[in-house]
């Protein structure tokens, strides 16, 4: 599988290194100084849970353009730009609202011994990789159809996603916190660890769950 | 009929249209709040209503009403849970907002299902 998403990275690596550029930096700016602004400021009473619904949107928001690409890969045919970044703008309304109600919902759901959270976590792992579909009820019947065909083997790729984020991120911070750094630092370092890890995680996410029912819409 | 995928990419298209044109409208420095404001607040209900029109063709009226107070909610709830300003003391002013909101949204949405309508009898 990772030779797979390696060779797939090698064939389009044009797109991929734009959409970098022009989706993954943005999102992560933005996410990175809300999330410095929040714990700035005094009196919001919960912060961390609004840090944590940014960092969501962060994983969340620029997944479209990538499962696009795997499907054309899988036909022979090459994707083009201009294409991703429409795709882009079509899909942002919807994963932006529906991540937000999920996230609340599991944020209420921690008074119910934290079954809806668990659930909610899993939901939020996979819808956007569904979310080319017509309908939205279509989307929510393959996701937890998939939640049920894969269920324990789901609990690896979560730790893979936040293992990488947090053994990275902490293992450049120990290494790191030594000089006098500021934020514009600290964003690059950030924006660079995203561009690197981001891209291999959702062609190798997409062709996880999307492999085997890769229809060109 | 009401497509609910095509009505929430109209308001994340909306959205991303005043996220872009805040950054851009940014590097030059307005002196005054009051334009700032009145500008994003065109910008943003302005392209609600014209996409609203564009990509829910059947029922635009609906899906531009439905946005304009799906928009309005979401800014009030931000400004008050994200920037701590304590909107919801005052009543008046969420009224006006969400009136506001309505009024110019519906307006553009009417004028672009007009021109649509004027360009469908044309060509015919």
Same mark, same amino acid.
């Given at each position: 599988?990772?030779?797979?998403?390696?060779?797939? &990275?090698?064939?389009?690596?044009?797109? %991929? /290194?734009?959409?970098?550029? +022009? $989706? !993954?930096? =943005?999102?992560?700016?933005?996410?990175?100084?809300?999330?410095?602004?929040?714990?700035?400021?005094?009196?919001?009473?919960?912060?961390?849970?609004?840090?944590?619904?940014?960092?969501?949107?962060?994983?969340?928001?620029?997944?479209?353009?990538?499962?696009?690409?795997?499907?054309?890969?899988?036909?022979?045919?090459?994707?083009?730009?201009?294409?991703?970044?429409?795709?882009?703008?079509?899909?942002?309304?919807?994963?932006?609202?529906?991540?937000?109600?999920?996230?609340?919902?599991?944020?209420?759901?921690? &008074?119910?011994?934290?079954?809806?959270? %668990? /659930?909610?976590?899993?939901? +939020? $792992? !996979?819808? =956007?990789?569904?979310?080319?579909?017509?309908?939205?009820?279509?989307?929510?019947?393959?996701?937890?159809?998939?939640?049920?065909?894969?269920?324990?083997?789901?609990?690896?790729?979560?730790?893979?996603?936040?293992?990488?984020?947090?053994?990275?991120?902490?293992?450049?911070?120990?290494?790191?916190?030594?000089?006098?750094?500021?934020?514009?630092?600290?964003?690059?370092?950030?924006?660079?660890?995203?561009?690197?890890?981001?891209?291999?995680?959702?062609?190798?996410?997409?062709?996880?769950?999307?492999?085997?029912?890769?229809?060109?819409? | 009929?009401?497509?609910?995928?095509?009505?929430?990419?109209?308001?994340?298209?909306?959205?991303?249209?005043?996220?872009?044109?805040?950054?851009?409208?940014?590097?030059?420095?307005?002196?005054?709040?009051?334009?700032?404001?009145?500008?994003?607040?065109?910008?943003?209900?302005?392209?609600?209503?014209?996409?609203?029109?564009?990509?829910?063709?059947?029922?635009?009226?609906?899906?531009?009403?439905?946005?304009?107070?799906?928009?309005?909610?979401?800014?009030?709830?931000?400004?008050?849970?994200?920037?701590?300003?304590?909107?919801?003391?005052?009543?008046?002013?969420?009224?006006?907002?969400?009136?506001?909101?309505?009024?110019?949204?519906?307006?553009?949405?009417?004028?672009?299902?007009?021109?649509?309508?004027?360009?469908?009898?044309?060509?015919?």
């Amino acid at each position: 599988m990772i030779k797979e998403v390696f060779s797939l &990275y090698n064939r389009n690596w044009q797109p %991929i /290194l734009i959409w970098s550029v +022009l $989706l !993954i930096v =943005p999102i992560t700016t933005f996410s990175f100084i809300g999330i410095l602004y929040l714990f700035d400021t005094e009196g919001i009473q919960n912060p961390t849970y609004l840090a944590g619904c940014l960092l969501v949107l962060n994983y969340a928001l620029a997944i479209p353009p990538f499962i696009k690409l795997v499907q054309k890969d899988e036909l022979d045919e090459t994707m083009s730009i201009l294409k991703g970044l429409q795709f882009f703008l079509k899909q942002f309304g919807f994963i932006l609202l529906v991540s937000v109600v999920v996230y609340v919902m599991g944020l209420i759901g921690m &008074y119910l011994l934290f079954i809806p959270t %668990i /659930l909610a976590v899993l939901f +939020l $792992l !996979i819808f =956007p990789f569904f979310s080319d579909l017509k309908s939205i009820k279509d989307v929510i019947r393959h996701t937890f159809k998939k939640i049920k065909d894969e269920n324990i083997s789901l609990i690896g790729d979560l730790f893979v996603i936040i293992g990488l984020n947090v053994a990275i991120w902490t293992g450049i911070m120990m290494f790191l916190e030594q000089y006098d750094n500021n934020v514009l630092a600290f964003l690059i370092i950030r924006n660079v660890m995203n561009v690197f890890i981001l891209p291999i995680l959702y062609i190798y996410l997409s062709l996880r769950y999307r492999k085997n029912d890769i229809v060109p819409v | 009929m009401f497509e609910m995928k095509k009505f929430l990419q109209t308001v994340g298209v909306s959205i991303l249209i005043t996220i872009i044109f805040s950054v851009l409208i940014g590097f030059i420095q307005i002196p005054s709040y009051g334009w700032y404001i009145a500008l994003q607040m065109l910008i943003t209900y302005g392209s609600l209503g014209y996409f609203a029109a564009k990509w829910n063709p059947k029922t635009p009226y609906t899906s531009a009403f439905l946005g304009a107070t799906t928009i309005s909610i979401m800014s009030l709830c931000i400004s008050y849970f994200m920037f701590n300003i304590l909107v919801f003391w005052d009543p008046a002013g969420i009224g006006r907002s969400i009136s506001l909101a309505v009024i110019l949204t519906l307006l553009v949405t009417s004028i672009t299902v007009f021109i649509q309508q004027k360009r469908a009898g044309a060509t015919a």
